[in-house]
């Protein structure tokens, strides 16, 4: 929606300045826009009165659907495709009923009909972005610049929809906080002189104040994107946001309030259910593809699934025991209790990559994805007869090494953990060599494995929080998919990674020590990467023709696995 937006906004729509415009459709993966000068000519109409200017989703070979902008005066032909379809399913347009019919006059400000439309139908943008705002935390008021710890108990009577004069944050409506610069701040500085504005508005999918509960962010960001995800879209969720400013606790959540990503596991296999593939003999391969083992190799890898579980037995500390105890409490208890920081949480999601079936390979096919709803049971466009199979796995990004959180840790003091590499299929698209990708078969099994997971991060005490994480957790889901269970030669994988992104901060608030620095160090500049991949991508949409902006995704290891996600492929 944000592209079509864009794309809308610039010239291309202003030289049609008299008639009407008629917008077919509008869904941010599928819609096609179309511009023309009269208001739904007929087939000669359209051909007498001039160039029309599209703005469409083309095929490529792949399947995917990358936009285009053409300007064309269509034949008959042309005219009655975008007509009757189809859209990027494969389905009739038809799909679109009236509803989607709107005319207005070109003059007017295009953005305004598609921000309507946009709220109408906010799950269909591919990229969204939801800011939430923390209630205050004990002690905080009394912060100074240089900081102490500031991990305490939270403060309730300060939560509220809009903040107090202090906070600096005030959410205007449900999409847009305007930030006041703090007096200590350079912005606030220069804009005493004059150079800078005081306030700055920004725009946001969704803005949650500090009283929001875990549940209704979960039911209101999160939902939408697993039924997307189930119904074969591979989506990405990342938390971003200064250290401290609760990313984990939306992500992970704590005993009494879980996060998403327990949330997330539960209603997987909520939808899931009996619906599992029974056999062993499936493993993912690649980014997005599925390979069928022989039977000593279904051995090979049950061993290593009971060797990872085992390592919960072994637990010592107190912190993976009360994580999974927490864990497994907030799956039972969906019930929760409810000066500012805050937090960004993203959500992109896009088609699956096909990928065409390798022999020598041993891989199943990938097929096209379809945009089809999900309901809690199994979605309503799969068959009866549609098997899962549900792998996970964990992984962190440390000092721009990769490490498998489900490998056990060395115990002996020389011995360092493997890093592992980054590695690309046929299709361009980055997985993690090697990663331990396990299969479960209950949310208690995904979530043991969080708990594994969880003992492995490296957690390191800094001055900001006790409990700051200093690496980027990418914690995955791939649902292999097919279409029945004597059949398990047609299979579509999609994958879900939730992203805890470690906390963007200044070296002058972290200890001063080497080791604290240069974690500070590749964690700013890796995040940096992220926000320089986004502009550019932002950039090259809104950019006419062929020159693009190159995308720097090789400049850090979690831009480069993100890639294929930005990207949409
Ligand atoms: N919405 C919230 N409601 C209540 N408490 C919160 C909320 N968000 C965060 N907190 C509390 O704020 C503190 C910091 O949160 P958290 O550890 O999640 O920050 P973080 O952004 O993940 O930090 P880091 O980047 O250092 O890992 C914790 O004590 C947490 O319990």
Partial sequence: MDLLCSLASGSIVAPLATGHCLVISLNGRSGILMVCPSNVPDDGQARRSGPLVWIGLKQRRDGLHTPQIQCCRPSRQTLLRARAGPDVSGAPLRRYSTEYLHTFDPRKNLNDLFQSAAEEDVRMENLRVYLRLRPSLAGEMQQDEVGHSLAGEVDHSLAGEVQDEDTQVHITDARSVILTAPSCSNTFKNSVRGITKLTHKFTFTHVYGPATTQEELFQSSTFGLITDFISGQNCLLFTYGATNSGKTFTVQGTQEDAG?????????????????????????????????????????????????????????????QSTMSFLKASICDDTVNSSVQFSETSTISHNTTEAAVSPALDSFNTTNTTNTTTNTTQDSASPATTIYAVFISFAEIYNEYIFDLLEKMPTSKGNKRNPLMLGEDYNGSVYIKGLNEVRVRTPEEALQLVSIGRQNLHFAATRLNHHSSRSHCIFTVKLVRLADADNPHVARVSVLSLCDLAGAERAAKTSSSHDRLKESGNINTSLLTLSRCIEALRCNQAQKGSKKMPVPYRDSKLTRLFQSFLLGG
Avoid: A, M
Avoid at 267 to 281: L, R
């Fill in 260 to 320: 998403l990503l327990p949330r997330t596991v539960q209603h997987i296999f909520t939808v899931v259910g009996e619906h599992q593939y029974p056999k062993n003999d499936l493993k993912p391969k690649f980014s997005c593809n599925v390979t069928r083992l022989e039977e000593q190799d279904v051995l090979k890898e049950e061993e290593k699934r009971e060797s990872i579980f085992k390592i919960t037995s072994n637990l010592t500390t107190t912190l993976s």
